[in-house]
T-cell receptor
C-alpha cells in the first residue's frame, strides 16, 4: 500500500487526452516536487516530468505535469499506441525521510 | 553518453548476503546523487536507497534499514549496495539510477541501468 495513490488503470483512444492522478499528503506532495516516470515492460524506467511540470530534453510536449496542494497529475495529449506503458509518480516524503513511488497506472491505448 | 552497468546479482538463500555494483561512466560521478530502485515480479517500482554526491548522506526505505548499505567509490566511479539478511520479499530486479541533482531527493532520476535480478530462495 503506497503512500501515493494512483488509479491502477487508465485508457484512451488514439488522439485523445488522458490524465493520470497521484494523490498524497502534506508530508510528500504538499511539500515537495513530483516526478513522473514511464515504464515499458522489459525496459528501464524513463523520466518524463521532473519538478512537477518540467520535461527533460527529448520528451515530447504532449506530456505535461501539474500539481495542486497534495495532488499531482500527468496528462498525455494526442495519445499514441506507443504510449502504452505503466506510469509512476514519485516524490520525497519528509515524514519517512525517503522517496516514495505511487503504485503505478497501466495505460492502455484502445 | 551516460552509462550505468549493474552487476553482482543472482540466486541467494534466505538470510544470505550479496553485493550489487553499478559501474558509472559518461558523467562526473562525484557530482550527482545516486539511488537503487527495485521492481518485484508483477509489482510496481520501489525506491530502496539513495546516497548524496560525495557519499556523506545515505537514505533507506524502512524495509531495508539495518540490512542494506549503500556506498559510492568515487575513485572507481562505482555505486554499491551491500545486502544482508536477505528475505524472499527482496526478490526483484534492481536498478541503479542517477539523480539529476547532487543531493537527495535528487530532482528525479534521469539515467537508469538495465537492471540486475536478485532472487532470494532456498
Amino acid at each position: 500500500q503506497s503512500v501515493l495513490t494512483q488509479p491502477p488503470s487508465a485508457s484512451g483512444t488514439p488522439g485523445q487526452t488522458v490524465t493520470i492522478s497521484c494523490s498524497g499528503s502534506s508530508s510528500n506532495i504538499g511539500n515537495n516536487t513530483v516526478n513522473w516516470y514511464q515504464k515499458v515492460p522489459g525496459t528501464a524506467p524513463k523520466l518524463l516530468i521532473y519538478s512537477n511540470n518540467q520535461r527533460p530534453s527529448g520528451v515530447p510536449d504532449r506530456f505535461s505535469g501539474s500539481k495542486s496542494g497534495t495532488s499531482a497529475s500527468l496528462a498525455i495529449s494526442g495519445l499514441q499506441s506507443e504510449n502504452e506503458a505503466d506510469y509512476y509518480c514519485a516524490v520525497w516524503d519528509d515524514r519517512l525521510n525517503g522517496l516514495v513511488f505511487g503504485g503505478g497506472t497501466k495505460l492502455t491505448v484502445l | 553518453e551516460v552509462q550505468l552497468l549493474e552487476s553482482g546479482g543472482g540466486l541467494v538463500q534466505p538470510g544470505g548476503s550479496l553485493r550489487l555494483s553499478c559501474a558509472a561512466s559518461g558523467f562526473t560521478f562525484s557530482v550527482y546523487a545516486m539511488s537503487w530502485v527495485r521492481q518485484a515480479p508483477g509489482k510496481g517500482l520501489e525506491w530502496v536507497s539513495g546516497i548524496s554526491d560525495r557519499g556523506d548522506s545515505t537514505f533507506y526505505t524502512d524495509s531495508v534499514k539495518g540490512r542494506f548499505t549503500i556506498s559510492k567509490d568515487i575513485s572507481r566511479n562505482t555505486l554499491y549496495l551491500h545486502m544482508s539478511n536477505l528475505r524472499a520479499e527482496d526478490t526483484a530486479l534492481y536498478y541503479c539510477a542517477k539523480a539529476r541533482l547532487y543531493t537527495m531527493p535528487g530532482g528525479g532520476f534521469d539515467s537508469w541501468g538495465q537492471g540486475i535480478l536478485i532472487t532470494v530462495s532456498s
